[in-house]
């Protein structure tokens, strides 16, 4: 585990492990535009948080059919049988170019930090978001997620990212030290 000072009020920690057991104000699913479970991060999350998460998910209107949370978007629900209290729900992009997915991956981050402070939440860890079954490069998803957590920290006082594996722990860990 290592922290780093992410703002002047807030507190960066990046570590390897399951996000699912993190006890914190919210923990950032990884999720799909329908919301109601997938592989990956998502399913864990469901697994752990008992079958009223996907009730909750359900209950959240659709825009579109099929669509609750449109790529770059967040919604939140709470966290149930998690020790988190909140799950906020985002979708990154599928990873098509550094050029093309960047914007969307950063509205992710960006649109999930805002639900947080809507919410008056002081703690958020989020998982490697789009870096498994989306494709996401680990070495573009650090940087860019960590510049959008030190922009739109506002007043959360701990940001954590729990990732899987030891490559995703390495470009989180290596990105912090290089940008912050
Ligand atoms: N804790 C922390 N990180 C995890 C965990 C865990 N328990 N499980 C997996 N990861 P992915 P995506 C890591 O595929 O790329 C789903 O089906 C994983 O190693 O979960 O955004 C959704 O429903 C990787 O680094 O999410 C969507 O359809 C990171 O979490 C789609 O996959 C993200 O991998 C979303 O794909």
Redesign the pocket.
Known sequence: MERFALTESCTLVVRE?????VDVDAIV????E?ML?????????HR?AGPRLVEACRAVPEVRPGVRCPTGEARITAGFDLAARHVIHT??P?YESARTSAPLLRSAYERSLTLAGDHRLSSVAF??????????P?EEAAPLSLGACRDHAGSLREIHF????EP?FRAWSTAAKEIL
Do not use: E, K, M, Q
């Open positions: 492990g399951d996000l699912t057991r699913n990884a999720a799909n329908r479970g997938g592989g990956g991060v998502d399913g864990a999350i752990a979708v990154g599928v998982p490697a978001i789009s870096c498994g079954v989306f494709g996401y680990l729990v990732l899987f594996g995703a």
